[in-house]
């Protein structure tokens, strides 16, 4: 018995020892995964059914396993993807898009213009999260099976956006969704196939050979699940993963002095903001809101929330954008502030401001508020939360102040429409102003560019002027990958594409 | 029927009493606490059309009586529900992590009892002293040091400095032993050390206890040798807070060490549960809890049965 307790032990002291001695270079992950490129993301897709997930954590995936009709080019602007070429009618209300020859689904199968017709009718009739997408689609239809054919009821400036602007409006298979098999094992027509999946851990994706914009350099991509950032850092400081984007922005200036790794911090179309809740008193009275904005000192919230990386802005649309328009209506003025506060007969106010575990950046930037707006005799109780009793909470109305981001917005109908319309679905503040819904309805419709970019410039003016949203900043998109990766473009759309990835020795 | 058999065949049957139990509070707690998993699911931006699909979808629109005995139900005939997020069976995903969670509690506790058995005996036997005094400072340390801060440190000097170690990750230990072992080192040292800081005090105060009681004194001034002393009167009869405390410790790891699976990238089932109550996945969440549950009498009724084995006296009575 004790011989046999002491064998173990010298088992294991043994064992220990011959691991310590060999060098922890990459890790195999089993299968044929050498020659992948390992991609660190900070957590796990909730499930990979394109058209239903809304995890960004899935999209990083799916960006690569999917594709759309047309598709964002680095500058946000449609270019081809599965249709090659497309024309609207004269009267603007149809749209034809000419398919791209001999792509196929990973499994083989062709892709025609009948699995477009399904995927986008599966948005619409099962009302899946993106539905609203197709708000001025009457009808969708396959003349042949390489070419469909779009309906609107108003001319729609923006219909490529909503079809090709995120893979949340990916083309399906319909074999794969009805055997129920896409949430876990999708099959599409984009650079990499799904291979395998362990849960908690990692998923593997493997590159088609025949996809139609080039095989990828790279024989497939992993992407492990890493939730602490110094770990996924220390992983690709000692070469165990070739990119990462989850960074410890703290260390992102450190980061830029090491010559072992690239790091990419660009400037992204997110933006994150201030609301009030204007069914509540005083915050019904323009001048409050006007208050609270000029007390908010934007720079200390950027230095706080991503030590300096992101970049103030006072409207929601980044400086980069196409649809960029300047505006500097607010610039912090405590003495302004308090005089707009007495004309409203304010006093001694209390505030119930929301924040929520989920977006740390909301939990940092509330505490710099609470003390930038303690002057005004404004005393900002802060409630952190976490995400479900925010959506809860925001949903009923019940808050005073919250701050949120947008994520992933490109054409300016998704920046202002339903945050600032009359009604509009995420209009959490209630906040309604005629002029506001006429630029934006307006804009919906106008198809010449400069008209309809002025038509936004208004509206955004007299959101902030009205501060229905107090605009703080846009962030960056801050990745990491090793020198051995070439040919990798981080996007400000946020989208993660390996498509054109190779890895070097 | 012999007595340990009508002992087992009890347990048995209260363990089956409680995680019933647990299934009864675990349905009305997740239920109770606030937050919507459809708006969860949708994300920020859906109409209110998506959301009443969604939510029919999912069932979420039946009453509330009805989806619990549905629930206790297929539960009964061993089917713990679908996820709501990405449709997998609850038992597939749970069998799928529980190796990862088993594996790294193996290792954690055989740590923490190589580190605790010599130094608890140790300090005992020489308190007073210094040594006693360096194992108890020692085991305070292990005992404060949080466990992300340590697996870091462990991470930045064996994984990023000196390149012994993977910083991350699992490999299963059925067709990758030694990758399993390479992965398994540092996340069970972190789970192991701060196991066996708390194992060393209880281990020193039980030697302690046995120690001084008057049959040693008899040992002793019988004239026995020390070594026969400390193991055969001493050391057997602290054997029963010694197992109680690997025990709890045990089941502790088990039920998820959550912080030290975030810090390594462990898919155990600790960090699964973490997520599943952020997304409101019942399911999911009754599923988890049920299996920790499950475990923790399974280790409960394990230590009992190692009671009546280490000591006559359990066993007759």
Redesign the interface.
């Known amino acids: 018995m004790r011989l046999r307790v002491a064998l173990i032990?010298a088992g294991?002291i043994t064992?220990?020892a011959l691991?310590?001695?060999?060098?922890?270079?990459r890790?195999?992950?089993?299968g044929a995964t050498r020659g992948n490129l390992i991609a660190?993301i900070a957590?796990?897709p909730?499930?990979?059914?394109p058209q239903?997930t809304?995890?960004y954590f899935s999209f990083e995936v799916l960006e690569n396993v999917y594709d759309t009709l047309v598709e964002p080019d680095e500058n946000l602007g449609m270019r081809p993807a599965l249709a090659e070429s497309w024309e609207v009618s004269p009267d603007q209300l149809t749209w034809t898009f000419h398919l791209r020859n001999g792509v196929t689904f990973h499994d083989g199968s062709a892709f025609t213009a009948d699995d477009v017709v399904y995927s986008y009718r599966r948005i619409i009739d099962?009302?899946?999260?993106n539905?609203?997408r197709f708000s001025a689609v009457t009808d969708i239809t396959a003349p042949d099976p390489a070419t469909v054919k779009i309906t609107v009821k108003q001319p729609t400036p923006n219909l490529l956006v909503n079809i090709g602007g995120f893979k949340g409006m990916a083309i399906v298979q319909r074999k794969n969704v009805e055997s129920?098999a896409i949430?876990?094992h999708p099959v599409g027509t984009g650079p990499f196939a799904f291979q395998s999946a362990?849960?908690?851990?990692?998923i593997t994706l493997t590159a088609n050979k025949s996809y139609w914009g080039g095989p990828p350099p790279v024989s497939g991509v992993t992407f492990?699940?890493?939730?602490?950032a110094?770990?996924?850092l220390?992983?690709l400081?000692?070469g165990?993963i070739d990119w990462t984007d989850s960074i410890p922005t703290q260390r992102v200036d450190e980061l830029k002095g090491d010559d072992s790794i690239t790091l990419g911090v660009t400037p992204s179309n997110d933006y994150w903001y201030l609301t009030l809740n204007e069914a509540r008193k005083p915050y019904d009275d323009v001048r409050v809101r006007r208050a609270i904005a000029y007390g908010v000192d934007r720079a200390a919230i950027v230095q706080a929330t991503s030590y300096g990386t992101a970049t103030a802005n006072q409207l929601a649309i980044p400086q980069g954008s196409r649809w960029y328009s300047d505006y500097h209506g607010y610039t912090r003025d405590i003495d302004k502030a308090k005089g707009l506060l007495n004309q409203a007969g304010v006093e001694g106010l209390t505030l119930d401001m929301m924040a929520t575990s989920?977006y740390p950046e909301t939990v940092t930037a509330a505490q710099i508020i609470a003390d930038n707006l303690s002057p005004l005799g404004i005393n900002v109780k802060i409630r952190t939360v976490?995400?479900?009793?925010w959506?809860?909470d925001a949903?009923k109305g019940d808050f005073d102040m919250l701050m949120?981001g947008?994520l992933g917005n490109i054409d300016p109908d998704d920046f202002y429409y339903?945050q600032q319309h009359t009604g509009g679905?995420?209009n959490a503040q209630h906040y309604s102003n005629p002029t506001v819904d006429a630029l934006l309805d307006a804009g919906r419709t106008e198809t010449n560019f400069e008209a309809r970019k002025q038509d936004y410039a208004k509206a955004a003016t007299i959101i902030a002027d009205d501060a229905s949203y107090i605009y703080l900043y846009n962030p960056s998109v801050i990745q990491a990958w090793s020198k051995r990766v070439s040919g990798y473009q981080p996007r400000r759309d946020k989208a993660v594409r390996f498509r054109t990835a190779g890895l070097g020795r | 029927m012999s007595p340990i058999v009508r002992f087992l065949a009890r347990r048995l049957l209260y363990s089956v009493v409680v995680l019933f139990g647990v299934l009864v509070v675990v349905f009305a707690l997740v239920h109770l606490v606030?937050?919507?998993?459809v708006?969860?699911?949708?994300?920020?931006?859906?109409?209110?059309?998506?959301y009443?699909?969604l939510r029919s979808a999912s069932g979420l629109d039946r009453p509330i009586v009805v989806q619990f005995f549905s629930y206790i139900g297929s539960a009964l005939r061993g089917d713990l529900g679908v996820s709501f997020?990405?449709?997998?069976p609850v038992t597939v995903?749970l069998l799928?992590?529980l190796p990862?969670t088993m594996s790294l509690s193996a290792v954690g506790i055989?740590i923490a009892l190589?580190i605790s058995v010599p130094a608890g005996i140790w300090a005992a036997l020489r308190e007073g002293r210094l040594s006693d005094a360096i194992v108890r400072i020692a085991s305070q340390f292990g005992v404060s040091i949080p466990d992300?801060w340590m697996g870091?440190l462990l991470?930045?000097l064996?994984?990023?400095t000196l390149?012994?170690?993977?910083?991350?990750?699992?490999?299963p230990l059925v067709?990758?032993p030694?990758?399993w072992?390479?992965?398994v080192?540092l996340p069970g040292f972190t789970v192991g050390i701060v196991a066996g800081a708390i194992m060393t005090r209880y281990i020193r105060s039980a030697v302690l206890d046995v120690a001084s009681m008057e049959y040693v004194r008899t040992a002793r001034s019988k004239g026995l040798p020390p070594p026969v002393v400390t193991f055969r009167h001493i050391l057997r009869n602290a054997l029963i807070p010694v197992l109680t405390i690997t025990g709890i410790q045990l089941a502790t790891i088990l039920g998820g060490v959550i912080v030290v699976e975030?810090?390594?990238?462990?898919?155990?089932v600790g960090?699964?549960t973490y997520?599943a109550v952020?997304?409101?996945d019942y399911p999911l969440i009754q599923g988890a809890v049920l299996l920790i549950a499950a475990l923790f009498l399974l280790i409960n009724l394990i230590v009992d049965v190692l009671y009546a084995v280490v000591d006559p006296r359990i066993r007759l009575s």
């Open positions: 032990a294991v064992a220990l691991t310590a001695c060999s060098t922890g270079q890790v195999d992950l089993g660190a957590g796990e909730d499930q990979l059914d239903k809304s995890a099962q009302q899946l999260p539905a609203y129920g949430a876990t362990k849960s908690g851990d990692s492990r699940f890493i939730p602490e110094s770990t996924a220390s992983a400081q000692a165990e989920e976490d995400f479900a009793t959506l809860d949903n949120m947008w339903a679905k995420s | 606030p937050g919507d998993p708006r969860l699911a949708l994300g920020t931006r859906y109409s209110p059309d998506s009443n699909a997020r990405n449709g997998d995903t799928e992590r990862a055989v190589f992300f870091i991470i930045g064996f994984a990023s390149g012994w170690l993977p910083t991350s990750g699992y490999q067709g990758n030694a990758g072992l390479r992965h080192i975030v810090v390594f990238a462990w898919p155990g960090r699964l997520t952020e997304a409101r």
